[in-house]
């Protein structure tokens, strides 16, 4: 059904099907952002696809149309989606057997010239000897055979080394499309996919060498009523205002993601807890320290605050544990009175 939804999208019905996917959204409070607007073009296009049942589902049930659903509905449905991270598996594939068979052809080329050396001192030998006739031209013809084989042998790997190149640049545009993928948009920030890869990967690489891992989650204070008075647009001005104050603060190896709405997620690699409450802190001092002023009429809007909270990682602490501590930590600083910074309990007195 998508190459039919395409297929509207270019013909003499196209406004009128695109105002349906827009006045859908707006009677269900869906923005209207590319990818939401993607997704209910298909969910009009085909209501009785897996797409559509998935909304039917979820307004039925009366669950929010959020950024972290819209992305895990266009990557378990959208055909874009998965094509983009399919092909960038196969890329991967077939970058790894063109190195397999580069290394076979040196070694077989390596081979066949030491080959065609021996042949040729053999050759010197039975010249100064009285061997047949017959015994002579038989080593001339392995000879030239050889030398034939390792001419082909360095032109097949001319090519497979241009071939290898262009798989190689391949790749790279499709890791940037992956990229892309990952990135917030309003933020540029990692988002919500992209942060949860990175919490297994860090869970996993502190396994191994025994590093010290801390995630901090973030969260805007008062957000929703701040959205209300003063419009969404200006809401996300402020997103973008402490996400930038988040991104200056979290350079790498740190990592900084968007988790969602206003809630972001920093993950800190070999870093003491003091050093990790510092830096939190700094990046909550920043945030309050700023009077905000709105862009399109330069309104005073007071200022913002953030909560914040701070994990630990236990040994061998599996990363959805990390997240629920990390959590407690926040919600903790939310109920102590906001605008402030909470570690969460050590694991000596996890059982008080």
Known sequence: MAGSVETTLRGPQAY??????LEAMEAHGVWPTPLNFELWLHYIGDRASPLGQEIDRLIGEGQPFTEDKAEELAAAFLPKSRFNEEIRDAGDHLSRELASVSKAITAAQKSSSSYGETLAGVTRELAGSGAAPAVKELVDTLSSATRRVQKENKALERQLRDSTAEVDRLRVHLEQVRRDAMTDALTNLANRKAFDEELERACLEADSNGQLLTLAMIDIDHFKSFNDTWGHQTGDQVIRYVASVIGRMSPAPRFA??????EFGVVFRGESGAVVRQTLENIREQVAGRMLKRRSTAEDLGRVSVSVGF??????EKAEALMERADAALYASKNAGRNRVTAAQRKTSRAA
């Open 311 to 316: 994990a630990e990682r236990w040994a061998g």
């Open 16 to 21: 009128a099907f695109a105002r349906e996917a």
């Open 257 to 262: 993601a968007r988790y969602g709405g206003e």
